[in-house]
């Protein structure tokens, strides 16, 4: 056993292992001070919120609070392991800022009411606008933070009772693409591949992904490769000095928004070597002729000038993925989130193509989700598809969807592509929507352009609920506010990046009159009289088993089949991976392992789409180019970014994440370790440009964009010159102070960045826009709040390294190491 500083030493001890080996375990655990293990009352089971990795944990418990919590090491995604977020997150789950009771706006200002006062608000204004305006002028935006259970019953409001298109997640911002790009390469969302793949990769290679920062868990997998007997190669495709290019074989750093300049490069590079795998691409993809036309254009020569990356790296890049016989990749924010996302994700599905590098341990895609439930806002269909993958342009899908239902075909809307989020922000600008319900996320700080979406939100016309644990930024401009329970305080089940599927129970009450969200959607139909076609209410179940066996229900025979999944088989031991069902009883741990895809036309989840207009393809379009049961290739163009630097903005912006926070940090932000680590927003900028300005460490910066101002003090880091970072995560509001503001609107990325998405999968494009950027004041030598054990390390000597201190101290074990048994 060993006291870590889990805030200096986010990953913690190595565990070396060899290819093919099983992952040895360790089992994290904080407690909080003055609480040891003999005092805990009960540990009951989850897994971790605060980001993708579905990580197994119990929580702690003690005369009815949260204490701490430690990782579960017969888990198949962490053996043990928890991040630092999860670590210390959990207190805000007791934080005096939550929300105890409903609100509603009365003479401006929001004051205290009861449930039964706030529902018939909720409930009296749709269907008010539903009778003078119709389906259309009521939207939903919800989240990736919900369970499973809550967003289909949502899903199953939106599409099926009430009927309207305008359903959306912020997973919009977040995965969108990588659902984008598995439909069109596979027809049907869902990994390919699995975590165990790093247990057998020999290279692996992140695109634009910071895993070491945002899935810390599964970076310390690799870190765990990378220490022990024959370890993995790895690429890294980042412009900045990421913890991940720090450990990297090849290092390419390109400008940002060139991405598919590079990934052609690269794969002109395997293909032109011939280091392909010819019986696959026969037997299991139709669309390589196409490609390889393509690819001509696209010599490395041309990529090390558009990209300014030395060709010589490019080469050794090609040459690594080339040679792989089990390659691993990784795909995010970098390529997500830039202007042509689905184009650069399909082009490492493509590598995988080419090489026949799917299905095979070591061999896999992840393209990655970032929230915890993400992948079930899509499975489920509150994002805009339809439940279970079912193809909203396909007759017979929508038939099957009504059938599940006991409705009406006509009922569900699919007369066209599901509205996604911005457009809807749109129709609110425009006042087509006119009531907008918010669940589990803060569009006031992760949207694009910031003072747009303010005067949007705050518009009197509009009728905003906002569902939520805090006041947030959002929850300040609502008409009605709902207090909701959350993770540790209401039952529910999630699934990960790697479809593993796991419960997570209640744990503790939640504060004053919060209700699990799922309870607050089921009341909403019931005063809304949602009923079927047989007058029975629409939403049959009440609670979270109920709601999941009414899912199973309806994926039955679908690609994400839960049907052999059941809560008692998720007690205890570990999570199940999807398709989970007669077939596979124990689940599955690799898709297309027999190089069968889900793409016949009357199966497949979607058609695709051109990925330069966005159009979708129509059915005959579809079935030209062959896909029974074939993975298809689909070749990119390079488009070069929207907003390039100019004279007046000649730095790139690019924004993102840090490890010590989550997004809008209401609930790390109340976390004190976390908060300490990252108080504050920062500038990176290279060493390059610093000098060449004269500014250093802790200079006060404001970044400029023709949509707003930030001010920041200046990181001096390893990014690539040209480009400067912001992290997100910094709303216009102080969180742990008692709701007070911190100052005007001057810290929060979004006021810098633009709107605009990539034509596909409708991602907006936080990692693209043109700044410019001047000094307020110098530092006089003090640094600027950024924590330095991460992306965002100095380069200046001076700086004092970021420690948690024994505040932050959490423990190790090693069951697996002789004597270390628990
Ligand atoms: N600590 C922490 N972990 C999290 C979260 C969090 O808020 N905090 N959020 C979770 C969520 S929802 C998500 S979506 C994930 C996101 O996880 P990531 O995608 O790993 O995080 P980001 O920091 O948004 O972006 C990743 C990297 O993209 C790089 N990048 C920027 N522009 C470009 C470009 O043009 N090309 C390339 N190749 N790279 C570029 C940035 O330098 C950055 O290092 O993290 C999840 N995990
Ligand atoms: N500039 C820039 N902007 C970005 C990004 C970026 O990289 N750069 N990344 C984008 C990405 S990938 C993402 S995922 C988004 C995230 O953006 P948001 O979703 O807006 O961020 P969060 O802070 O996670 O907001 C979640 C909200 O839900 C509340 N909440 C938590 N648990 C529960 C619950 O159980 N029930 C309910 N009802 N509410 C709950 C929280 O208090 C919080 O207010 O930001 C996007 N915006
Ligand atoms: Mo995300």
Redesign the pocket.
Known sequence: MVSTDRIGNPWGSRTPYASGEVWPTRVDSFLTDGVTEADVDRWVQSATI???NGDGLDIAVKDGRMVGVRGRAVDRVNRGRLGA?DLFGWQANHSTERLTTPLIRRRGKLVETDWDTAMEAVAGRTKQLLDERGPSSVGFYTT?QLFLEEYYTLALIGHGGIGTNHMDGNTRL??ATAAAALKQSFACDGQPGSYTDIDHADVIAL?????A????VLWMRILDRLAGPNPPSVIC????Q?PVARASTVHLA??????VMLMNALLHEVVRNGWIDRDYLAAHVAGFDELQNQLEHYPVERAAEVCDVPVADLRAAARLLGSAERLLSTV???????HQATSAAVQVNNIHLVRGMLGKPGCGVLQ????PT?QNTRECGADGDLPAFRNWANDSHIEDLARVWNIDPMRIPHYTAPTHLMQMMRYAEDGSIRFLYVSGTNPAVSLPELDRIRKILAQKRLFLVVQDIFLSETAQLADVVLPAATWGEKTGTFTNVDRTVHLSEKAVEPPGQARPDLDIFVDYAHRLGLKDKDGAPLVKWSSPEEAFEGWKRCTAGRPCDYTGITYDKLRGGSGIQWPCNDDHPEGTERLYADGRFWSSPDYCESYGKDMVTGAPLEPTEYQAMNPYGKAVIKAGEYLPPHEAVTDEYPYFL??????????TRTKTGRAPQLQKAAPEVWVEMSETDAVWHGWTEGDLLRISTPRGRVEARLRVSG?RPGVV?LPF?YGYWDTGSGHKPHGGHGRAANELTLTDWDPASKQPL???GAARLERIRTGDGASSPAPTTT?SKPVAARVPDTVGGPDATAVEEFPDRLGGAR
């Open positions: 605060l980001h993708s977020k990736g977040c995965t695109y634009g992904h910071n895993m920062e945002t899935q810390t495709v980042d412009p900045r990421t390109p400008r940002p928004g060139t991405n995010l924010q970098g390529f997500y989130q830039s990655m989700n970032g929230q993400a690019t924004t993102g994440r840090t490890l010590y926070h989550f997004h990014i970072f995560h936080f990692k693209g992306a």
